[in-house]
């Protein structure tokens, strides 16, 4: 079992910063593919950004790239999510996901409970 915890969510502006943390705890963090997801409100959880165990491999959501970069610290146990350039529309809770390597679906294994994220106009 895996538990998640994200932090880092707040309110900023238009065109503002913040970054997200999730930090793992049960199992060999290194083992797993981390992703982050989002759920505006009204609408049905969309998937943000994924990284491999290693943290060498990286993919985007194209409404994200450019702007917000993951990243992973194996010794901390802990996965990030820094966003740059925030538009109202990325407001959302933030939700990190666990998938062991040997997962070969598109399904996650482990979420966390979210963070609020609220980027105003």
């Known amino acids: 079992q895996v538990q998640l915890v994200e932090s880092g969510g707040g309110l900023v502006q238009d065109g503002g910063s913040l970054r997200l943390s999730c930090i793992a705890s049960?199992?060999?963090?290194?083992?797993?593919?981390m992703g982050w997801f989002r759920q505006a409100p009204g609408k049905e959880r969309e998937f943000v950004a994924r990284?491999?165990?290693?943290?060498?491999?990286?993919y985007y959501a194209d409404a994200v790239k450019g702007r917000f970069t993951i990243s992973r610290d194996n010794a901390k146990n802990t996965v990030y999510l820094q966003m740059n350039s925030l538009k109202p529309e990325d407001t959302a809770v933030y939700y990190c996901?666990?998938?062991?390597?040997?997962?070969?679906?598109?399904?996650?294994?482990?979420w966390g409970q979210g963070t609020h994220v609220t980027v105003s106009s």
């Open positions: 049960g199992r060999t963090f290194s083992s797993y593919r």
């Open positions: 990284i491999s165990p290693s943290g060498i491999i990286t």
């Open positions: 996901a666990a998938k062991l390597i040997a997962n070969t679906t598109d399904e996650y294994d482990y």
